[in-house]
Protein backbone atom coordinates (compact mmCIF):
# COMPACT_ATOMS: atom_id res chain seq x y z
CA UNK A 1 0.00 0.00 0.00
CA UNK A 2 1.40 3.43 -0.83
CA UNK A 3 1.90 5.59 1.85
CA UNK A 4 2.97 9.41 1.70
CA UNK A 5 4.91 10.20 5.41
CA UNK A 6 5.41 13.50 4.74
CA UNK A 7 3.17 16.97 4.23
CA UNK A 8 0.28 15.37 1.23
CA UNK A 9 -0.36 19.35 0.82
CA UNK A 10 3.20 19.70 -0.85
CA UNK A 11 1.94 16.83 -3.45
CA UNK A 12 -0.96 19.27 -4.60
CA UNK A 13 1.57 22.30 -4.76
CA UNK A 14 4.11 20.14 -7.19
CA UNK A 15 1.36 19.48 -9.24
CA UNK A 16 -0.36 22.89 -9.25
CA UNK A 17 -3.68 21.48 -8.56
CA UNK A 18 -5.71 20.08 -6.24
CA UNK A 19 -5.51 16.50 -5.25
CA UNK A 20 -8.53 16.37 -2.23
CA UNK A 21 -5.77 14.41 -0.31
CA UNK A 22 -7.10 15.70 3.21
CA UNK A 23 -10.83 15.22 2.47
CA UNK A 24 -12.98 17.52 3.84
CA UNK A 25 -10.62 19.89 5.12
CA UNK A 26 -9.23 21.15 1.27
CA UNK A 27 -12.46 22.46 0.33
CA UNK A 28 -11.73 24.99 3.69
CA UNK A 29 -9.76 27.84 3.98
CA UNK A 30 -7.22 26.20 5.92
CA UNK A 31 -6.33 24.12 3.09
CA UNK A 32 -2.43 24.81 1.97
CA UNK A 33 -2.60 25.14 -1.42
CA UNK A 34 -5.67 27.67 -1.44
CA UNK A 35 -2.78 29.42 1.00
CA UNK A 36 0.28 28.68 -1.17
CA UNK A 37 -0.38 27.57 -4.50
CA UNK A 38 3.44 27.87 -5.09
CA UNK A 39 6.15 24.85 -5.57
CA UNK A 40 7.53 23.67 -2.32
CA UNK A 41 10.84 24.15 -1.44
CA UNK A 42 12.91 27.22 -1.55
CA UNK A 43 12.65 29.76 -4.03
CA UNK A 44 11.13 27.66 -6.27
CA UNK A 45 9.24 29.15 -8.90
CA UNK A 46 7.13 27.15 -11.91
CA UNK A 47 9.30 27.52 -15.17
CA UNK A 48 8.68 26.03 -18.20
CA UNK A 49 8.57 22.17 -18.35
CA UNK A 50 10.43 19.79 -20.94
CA UNK A 51 8.53 17.51 -23.10
CA UNK A 52 9.53 14.47 -20.46
CA UNK A 53 9.14 17.36 -17.84
CA UNK A 54 5.24 17.19 -18.66
CA UNK A 55 4.76 14.06 -19.28
CA UNK A 56 6.70 12.61 -16.11
CA UNK A 57 4.20 15.48 -14.11
CA UNK A 58 0.87 13.80 -15.73
CA UNK A 59 1.65 10.47 -14.58
CA UNK A 60 3.01 11.52 -11.26
CA UNK A 61 -0.70 13.36 -10.69
CA UNK A 62 -2.11 10.12 -11.15
CA UNK A 63 0.09 8.53 -9.30
CA UNK A 64 -0.70 10.30 -5.79
CA UNK A 65 -4.24 10.76 -6.81
CA UNK A 66 -5.10 7.26 -6.63
CA UNK A 67 -2.34 6.83 -3.97
CA UNK A 68 -0.01 3.97 -6.15
CA UNK A 69 3.38 3.55 -5.85
CA UNK A 70 5.58 3.15 -9.31
CA UNK A 71 5.49 -0.80 -8.82
CA UNK A 72 1.73 -0.94 -8.93
CA UNK A 73 1.46 1.58 -11.42
CA UNK A 74 3.69 -0.16 -14.18
CA UNK A 75 1.13 -3.69 -13.16
CA UNK A 76 -1.71 -1.36 -13.96
CA UNK A 77 -0.23 -0.16 -17.15
CA UNK A 78 1.09 -3.24 -18.17
CA UNK A 79 -2.77 -4.90 -17.81
CA UNK A 80 -4.32 -2.33 -19.54
CA UNK A 81 -1.59 -2.44 -22.66
CA UNK A 82 -2.52 -6.37 -22.99
CA UNK A 83 -6.54 -5.33 -22.85
CA UNK A 84 -8.26 -4.39 -25.60
CA UNK A 85 -9.59 -0.71 -26.70
CA UNK A 86 -7.51 2.60 -26.03
CA UNK A 87 -5.13 1.91 -23.56
CA UNK A 88 -5.12 5.04 -21.85
CA UNK A 89 -9.34 4.34 -21.69
CA UNK A 90 -8.69 1.33 -19.94
CA UNK A 91 -5.79 2.38 -17.28
CA UNK A 92 -7.92 5.13 -15.87
CA UNK A 93 -10.55 2.67 -15.76
CA UNK A 94 -8.67 -0.25 -13.46
CA UNK A 95 -7.70 2.94 -11.06
CA UNK A 96 -11.17 3.86 -10.95
CA UNK A 97 -11.95 0.58 -9.94
CA UNK A 98 -10.11 -0.25 -6.92
CA UNK A 99 -11.96 -0.95 -3.96
CA UNK A 100 -10.33 2.23 -1.79
CA UNK A 101 -11.32 4.52 -4.89
CA UNK A 102 -14.81 3.29 -5.20
CA UNK A 103 -14.86 3.61 -1.01
CA UNK A 104 -13.89 7.08 -1.44
CA UNK A 105 -16.38 8.44 -4.51
CA UNK A 106 -19.75 7.35 -2.40
CA UNK A 107 -18.47 9.20 0.31
CA UNK A 108 -17.80 6.23 2.68
CA UNK A 109 -14.40 7.85 3.69
CA UNK A 110 -13.07 11.58 3.40
CA UNK A 111 -10.25 10.41 1.97
CA UNK A 112 -8.36 7.80 -0.20
CA UNK A 113 -6.08 7.12 2.40
CA UNK A 114 -8.87 6.31 4.59
CA UNK A 115 -10.49 4.55 2.46
CA UNK A 116 -7.47 2.14 1.99
CA UNK A 117 -7.48 2.30 6.07
CA UNK A 118 -10.97 1.50 6.50
CA UNK A 119 -10.75 -1.53 3.89
CA UNK A 120 -7.42 -2.81 5.65
CA UNK A 121 -9.46 -2.97 9.22
CA UNK A 122 -12.12 -4.70 7.82
CA UNK A 123 -14.98 -2.54 7.73
CA UNK A 124 -15.94 -3.27 4.32
CA UNK A 125 -17.84 -6.74 2.47
CA UNK A 126 -18.22 -6.84 -1.32
CA UNK A 127 -20.73 -9.46 -2.19
CA UNK A 128 -21.00 -10.25 1.43
CA UNK A 129 -17.32 -11.13 1.89
CA UNK A 130 -15.30 -9.74 4.02
CA UNK A 131 -12.14 -7.97 1.79
CA UNK A 132 -9.16 -6.00 3.11
CA UNK A 133 -7.05 -5.38 0.13
CA UNK A 134 -7.24 -1.87 -0.87
CA UNK A 135 -6.56 -2.36 -4.60
CA UNK A 136 -9.04 -5.38 -4.93
CA UNK A 137 -10.38 -4.12 -8.38
CA UNK A 138 -14.68 -4.25 -8.12
CA UNK A 139 -16.50 -5.78 -11.28
CA UNK A 140 -20.02 -4.62 -12.83
CA UNK A 141 -22.79 -5.99 -11.02
CA UNK A 142 -20.63 -6.16 -7.39
CA UNK A 143 -22.38 -4.96 -4.70
CA UNK A 144 -19.92 -3.25 -1.86
CA UNK A 145 -21.95 -3.15 2.03
CA UNK A 146 -20.52 -1.15 5.24
CA UNK A 147 -19.84 -4.04 7.54
CA UNK A 148 -23.34 -4.21 9.58
CA UNK A 149 -21.76 -3.36 13.16
CA UNK A 150 -21.74 -0.57 15.56
CA UNK A 151 -18.04 0.96 14.74
CA UNK A 152 -18.14 0.26 10.88
CA UNK A 153 -22.06 2.13 10.50
CA UNK A 154 -20.82 4.98 13.21
CA UNK A 155 -17.38 5.91 11.13
CA UNK A 156 -19.41 5.54 8.28
CA UNK A 157 -22.79 8.14 8.99
CA UNK A 158 -20.24 10.57 10.47
CA UNK A 159 -18.72 10.74 7.18
CA UNK A 160 -21.51 10.69 5.30
CA UNK A 161 -23.42 13.88 7.69
CA UNK A 162 -20.14 15.61 7.38
CA UNK A 163 -19.38 15.71 3.17
CA UNK A 164 -22.36 15.25 1.17
CA UNK A 165 -20.39 13.93 -2.04
CA UNK A 166 -22.16 13.31 -5.51
CA UNK A 167 -21.71 9.66 -6.32
CA UNK A 168 -20.47 9.30 -10.33
CA UNK A 169 -22.81 7.79 -13.28
CA UNK A 170 -21.58 4.47 -13.02
CA UNK A 171 -22.35 3.69 -8.96
CA UNK A 172 -25.63 3.71 -7.17
CA UNK A 173 -25.79 4.21 -3.24
CA UNK A 174 -28.17 3.37 -0.87
CA UNK A 175 -27.84 5.10 3.01
CA UNK A 176 -31.09 2.75 4.27
CA UNK A 177 -30.18 0.79 6.87
CA UNK A 178 -26.65 -0.45 6.33
CA UNK A 179 -24.82 1.83 3.91
CA UNK A 180 -24.12 0.13 0.44
CA UNK A 181 -22.96 0.96 -3.59
CA UNK A 182 -23.51 -0.95 -5.88
CA UNK A 183 -21.60 -0.97 -8.98
CA UNK A 184 -23.85 -0.44 -12.30
CA UNK A 185 -21.37 -0.39 -15.20
CA UNK A 186 -17.15 -0.29 -15.14
CA UNK A 187 -16.40 3.56 -15.48
CA UNK A 188 -15.13 5.16 -18.51
CA UNK A 189 -13.15 8.19 -19.30
CA UNK A 190 -15.33 10.51 -18.32
CA UNK A 191 -15.93 9.35 -14.88
CA UNK A 192 -12.28 10.58 -13.39
CA UNK A 193 -13.21 13.30 -11.27
CA UNK A 194 -10.06 15.31 -12.21
CA UNK A 195 -8.76 16.03 -15.67
CA UNK A 196 -6.07 13.55 -17.18
CA UNK A 197 -4.50 13.17 -20.07
CA UNK A 198 -3.63 9.45 -19.91
CA UNK A 199 -2.54 9.89 -23.91
CA UNK A 200 0.86 11.46 -22.07
CA UNK A 201 1.37 8.84 -20.00
CA UNK A 202 1.15 6.08 -22.39
CA UNK A 203 3.48 8.06 -24.38
CA UNK A 204 5.98 8.02 -21.46
CA UNK A 205 5.20 4.47 -20.32
CA UNK A 206 5.81 3.41 -23.64
CA UNK A 207 9.32 4.24 -23.63
Known amino acids: M ?3 TGSVCRLCR ?3 MKLFLKGTRCDTPKCAFERRDSVPGMHMRR ?3 TDYGVHLREKQKVKHYY ?3 ERQF ?3 FARAERGKGNTGESLMSLLERRLDNIV ?3 GFAASRAAARQMVLHGHI ?3 GRRVDVPSYLVKAGDLIRVKNRTKSLQLVHTTLTSSRREVPDFLSR ?3 GVPEVRVDRLPAADDVSIPVQANLIIELCSK
Do not use: C, M, P
Request: glycine share 12%.
Open 67 to 69: GVL
Open 125 to 127: TVN
Open 2 to 4: ART
Open 47 to 49: GKL
Open 14 to 16: REG
Open 174 to 176: SEA
Open 104 to 106: HRV
Open 74 to 76: RTY
